[in-house]
């Protein structure tokens, strides 16, 4: 268990074993980050319950905290008068990890089904996802991690970078938002993470492209024999499974926006430029992982295009190659009727008693083939398709 006490443009992370009596820690101007992994918040429950009634004054509703330890939850909304709720899934740190839609979940701890053994380019084994849940209160943010807490950790470095001064005594710059130091308060740090996890997926566009267009290279190329084709199956269902991860993430996403709508209208201009604040990163959100659906929807669409070219220049080259033995039978077809009527069991043939009556007959025949082949190639039939 990690906690961050977060007060104005000051960061500093509170011992997890020390009771959290920080003076202030739920002021107007301060709040604090909870986070855990899945297997931490299992066994310290009943602490963190008792940490938000000490701090917020309510406690997690049991179907809530049943969705954050679900293993297999995909990306949804939910929302009480206290606090909000939301699951967005995030890439796992590698292929070894379960899978989206084992069929399992890990909601009374057992482990996850094994990951069948998967083919293909190490990009696509990286679909695997695992839940982030997020229990979004007015002063406590609660987040809960997969077991390796990767995406935590790696934020929790830049949120304390953020909030350490430098040398002349001003706060350091934080590299994701050049409005503000540090977030300004819980929706604000819980958005900043969702946007960290998003970049993961945009990260993962390139390498995806890059593999599917080299595949597309070989499967257009009618001198290549692609044999690839498990891999291929196995990335069109990986893209399949990570336009629903990402759709889902949409909708939990566009159902957060929804309800910040819904909420009545600040007071005062700093709550009003802060639910400002909120928004815009909301949207800038959605438009990223809107940006991930329409680039697999693309992905998807280039796959199936190019094994439908693959199957039409396969079928070319089996017309050309038909082309040409007919061609060949047409030619030899009178060489064969010739040397047929000289292969004749009769005692009176022309030509047959005579000396010369052989290179006559052959002379005849290869005249008769070069005329063919000459009429064949003006009519373009011993042409090659490009």
């Not at 740090?189 to 080299?214: A, F, K, P, S």
């Not at 290869?366 to 009429?375: G, H, N, P, R, W």
Request: aromatic residues 6%; contains cysteine; proline residues 5%.
């Amino acid at each position: 268990m990690r906690i961050f006490e977060i007060n104005r443009s000051q960061v500093s992370e509170h011992p997890a074993l020390a009771p959290l009596t920080v003076p202030g820690a739920c002021a107007a101007q301060g709040y604090v980050w909870i986070s855990l992994t899945r297997d931490e918040f299992r066994e310290s429950l009943a602490e963190v319950q008792q940490i938000l009634q000490s701090l917020c004054l309510t406690q997690l509703v049991d179907l809530h905290v049943a969705d954050l330890l679900n293993d297999q939850l995909p990306s949804h909304y939910d929302y009480t008068s206290k606090y909000d709720v939301l699951v967005f899934r995030r890439l796992s740190a590698g292929p070894g990890q379960a899978a989206l839609g084992n069929g399992q979940g890990t909601t009374g701890g057992e482990p996850p089904l094994p990951t069948p053994s998967r083919r293909g380019p190490p990009v696509l084994r990286r679909v695997d996802t695992r839940p982030v849940g997020f229990a979004l209160f007015d002063r406590v943010l609660l987040s809960v991690h997969p077991e390796d807490g990767a995406v935590r950790d790696a934020f929790a470095a830049r949120l304390l970078a953020a909030g350490s001064p430098d040398d002349q005594g001003a706060p350091a710059l934080d590299v994701r938002a050049t409005s503000a130091r540090v977030p300004t308060g819980t929706a604000d740090l819980m958005l900043r993470v969702i946007n960290q996890i998003v970049d993961g997926y945009l990260d993962m566009r390139r390498e995806l492209t890059r593999q599917l267009d080299h595949w597309q290279s070989e499967l257009i190329d009618p001198r290549s024999r692609f044999t690839n084709w498990g891999a291929l199956m196995e990335a069109r269902q990986s893209l399949h499974r990570l336009d629903e991860i990402c759709e889902d993430q949409r909708a939990a996403i566009q159902d957060w926006i929804d309800s910040l709508e819904t909420l009545p209208t600040p007071k005062n201009e700093a709550e009003q430029r802060e639910r400002e604040l909120i928004m815009v990163r909301s949207r800038d959100v959605l438009e990223h992982i809107e940006r991930v659906v329409h680039h697999v929807h693309r992905l998807e669409q280039n796959a199936e295009t190019a094994v439908q070219m693959h199957f039409s220049v396969q079928g070319h080259r089996a017309n050309d190659i038909m082309r040409v033995l007919t061609v060949l039978t047409a030619i030899f077809l009178p060489l064969n009727l010739i040397a047929g009527i000289f292969g004749m069991n009769f005692e009176f043939i022309p030509l047959v008693h005579k000396a010369d009556g052989f290179w006559i007959a052959m002379a005849a025949m290869l005249v008769i083939a070069v005329v063919l082949v000459v009429v064949f190639w003006r009519k373009r039939y011993l042409a090659r398709t490009r």
